[in-house]
């Protein structure tokens, strides 16, 4: 027993949002990029982790991943928090959404390939056929999909009840509250930013940059079929947001986050008393006080001008360094003002996980403090 | 079995029959056609589709299952109306004597895990969109009606959080509108908002501004549930029709299911 313990324990101390989520970009980009990244030893080190790729090493991970789920439910914390019946959707789509990305990645590797021998991609392979009418051939696909799933629902409905809880009860908050699951990344942001960056700002953003997607990629390859090759950034951009800055925070915040939005273990218990310091310091102290041992100015643009300097590089800076060098390829066939929009959207979208790093490094509160007009950044 | 057969040919035959459907038996690729061209839900389809593009494993059919899942919210939640009042009285103890006193009664179950189960497959939807590159040209527009139906998927799912009427409605939505507080120049402790002044007279408070109007009222109350409930099972279902509708007939327009030129 102290053995499972001891690996609980180990669970717990990794499951700290800093190395949780840490770990989780670096078993991201390594997964997606393996042997591609880094310097040579790091190549290395992580061209191994191609073989994912391999349906049966894939199924073995997987199975191995889904039988240590399933043997967490003897723990009575786990038990308790993903037990619960409106967490069961949750807890399944961490393997839906794993499955189905590694499945069109694997696909994509799958095409690129049979592209590299010269041949066509499986799609276009089929594509060749005569077409086929939509009935009978479409209309039984979904006419099966329908009964399967009407099945499916009848079932999960028959053993797992509609929880309800206490009536609604104005005085009495419960702790923690939280959001409807699926917004539950974006009550994540709030410990990052202000409540109208990260509750009205960020979430119409999130909008309009998936709207604005078809109109940044210009590449015209990768149009109707699996591919990684063609698509590298853009498959990589999208699944950072949608994999890491999405789902999983979604995951943090319905089983990692416990009483007063403190973080625990999925091995621990929930204790309400769970005390945590508040040690956040802001840019402006750190500069001033801490490094040049000096006062804080009173007038709030000298007082923050390390800040703004930082983050007007970001924004206005950096881009212009994206444009020149980075992403070279892109600026020319998209012109500037397209990649301007685009390099602010996805500048915006790096910086929570920026944020999130120099909270946890440094207890970093904001980089530009200014409630005289509400801007804190 | 000669006497359904014979049956059958009778019913084929009979005049009611052929005004319903105007296509002969279903044997011949012109009969086929037909039968998708002269049906009005079934005409949202091409006739013909590239035989790669219905593969299970290339569409996962998630869009699909969406649309299922948002017929079978439809028909549970009408269902549902019927036991239900959005009243601060009654809402609770509809939803427990649903529970108690429907011996077998799943419908509550199917709508409720429907719901969770709709908003998981809509993003992979999504993510198979995304990852077949299925958003190029011509289809950017329909990528972006998409989108506004995922949205939509995200509020409806959230205007039906709060129905049930417990702890867990009640502060979920409790947390998840106290964004609209915080909206620039329209939430009363959003940016810009104090600068809204008439001499003395501050225009946005927490009386009129974004969250009042979400909630009908200032807090979640009687006036939230109702507006959920409209919100919920007319308005935002209402709009989300008109676009799935729009959604399909583009999928059919810009040249069906994406596949490799």
Redesign the interface.
């Known amino acids: 027993m102290a053995f499972v313990d001891q690996i609980k324990d180990i669970v717990n101390w990794l499951s700290s949002p800093p190395r949780f989520f840490l770990l989780s970009v670096i078993a991201f980009f390594a997964v997606l990029f393996p042997g591609e990244l880094g310097p040579a030893w790091l190549r290395r080190l992580t061209r191994p982790l191609a073989a994912i790729y391999r349906p049966r090493v894939a199924a073995v991970l997987f199975g191995f991943l889904g039988l240590l789920f399933f043997l967490s439910f003897r723990d009575p914390n786990f038990l308790l928090i993903v037990g619960k019946p ?1 967490n069961v ?2 807890a ?2 961490i393997f ?2 794993g499955f ?2 590694w499945y ?2 694997q ?2 590797r799958l095409n690129d390939r049979l592209q590299e021998s010269g041949q ?8 060749g ?1 005569p ?9 039984y ?2 006419f099966l ?2 009964i399967l ?2 099945v499916f ?2 079932i ?3 053993f ?11 005085a ?3 702790n923690p ?4 699951w ?2 539950l990344g ?2 994540e942001m709030l410990v990052y930013f ?3 960056i ?4 960020l ?1 119409g953003l999130i ?1 309009l940059g ?2 604005a ?3 940044f ?1 210009t ?9 990684f090759k063609e ?1 590298r950034l853009e ?1 990589a951009i ?1 699944l950072f947001g ?1 994999v890491v800055l999405w789902v999983w925070l979604i995951l943090i915040g319905t089983f990692l986050r416990g009483p007063n939005q403190n973080f625990f273990g999925p091995y621990e218990y929930w204790d309400a008393h769970k005390l945590v310091p508040l040690i956040n310091i802001e840019f402006s102290q750190l500069m001033w006080v801490k490094l040049l041992k000096m006062p804080l100015p009173s007038n709030p643009m000298a007082r923050e001008i390390f800040g703004l300097l930082v983050v007007g590089a970001y924004f206005l800076v950096l881009p212009r360094i994206m444009g020149r060098f980075w992403m070279k390829r892109h600026y020319e066939k998209m012109g500037p003002p397209r990649f301007y929009v685009m390099a602010f959207l996805l500048l915006t979208m790096l910086s929570l996980p920026i944020k999130m790093l120099l909270r946890w490094t440094m207890n970093l509160h904001f980089l530009v403090f200014m409630p005289e ?3 804190n950044i | 079995m000669p006497v359904l057969k014979r049956l059958w040919e009778y019913t084929r035959a009979t005049q009611i029959w052929n005004s319903i459907f105007r296509h002969g038996p279903m044997d011949t690729a012109r009969n086929r056609g037909l039968a998708v061209l002269t049906n009005v839900f079934l005409h949202l389809h091409p006739v013909k589709v590239r035989k790669s593009g219905i593969r299970l494993r290339f569409t996962w059919c998630m869009g699909g299952i969406t649309f299922f899942l948002f017929l079978v919210e439809t028909a549970t939640g009408l269902l549902l109306m019927f036991y239900y009042h959005p009243t601060v009285e009654y809402a609770y103890v509809d939803i427990v004597d649903l529970r108690e006193q429907v011996p077998l009664g799943i419908m509550r179950e199917l709508h409720r895990w429907g719901a969770h189960a709709m908003v998981i497959t809509v993003w992979l939807h999504m993510l198979r969109v995304f990852m077949t590159g299925s958003y190029k040209p011509p289809r950017e527009f329909n990528w972006n009606v998409g989108v506004l139906l995922l949205v939509l998927t995200l509020l409806l799912s959230f205007t039906g959080y709060l129905l049930p009427w417990d702890q867990l409605a009640m502060w979920a939505v409790t947390v998840g509108s106290n964004m609209a507080r915080a909206t620039p120049l329209v939430g009363h402790e959003g940016p810009g908002a104090p600068l809204l002044k008439l001499g003395d007279i501050t225009l946005v408070h927490a009386g009129n501004d974004a969250r009042f109007a979400l909630l009908g009222g200032r807090f979640v109350g009687a006036g939230a549930l109702l507006r959920f409930y409209v919100l919920h099972c007319v308005g935002i279902p209402v709009v989300a029709m008109v676009l799935m509708a729009v959604h399909f007939w583009r999928v059919r327009k810009d040249g069906g299911i994406s596949g490799p030129v």
Not at chain 1, 120 to 127: F, R
Not at chain 1, 160 to 170: D, G, Q, Y
Not at chain 1, 177 to 180: E, G, H, L, R
């Open positions: 409106d959707p949750i399944a789509m839906l959404v189905f990305v069109s990645l696909q994509g066509p991609v499986v799609e276009k392979q089929e594509a056929d077409k086929v009418l939509v009935w009978p051939d479409l209309v696909t979904e999909c329908m799933w009407t629902l009848i999960w409905s028959i797992l009840k509609a929880p309800i809880e206490e009536p609604a009860n104005p009495k908050t419960p509250s939280k959001a409807p699926y917004f974006l009550q202000d409540p109208w990260a509750g009205v700002l979430p909008i998936l709207m997607i078809p109109y990629d590449n015209p390859k990768g149009n109707g079929y699996y591919t698509r498959i999208f949608f007009a509400f801007f």
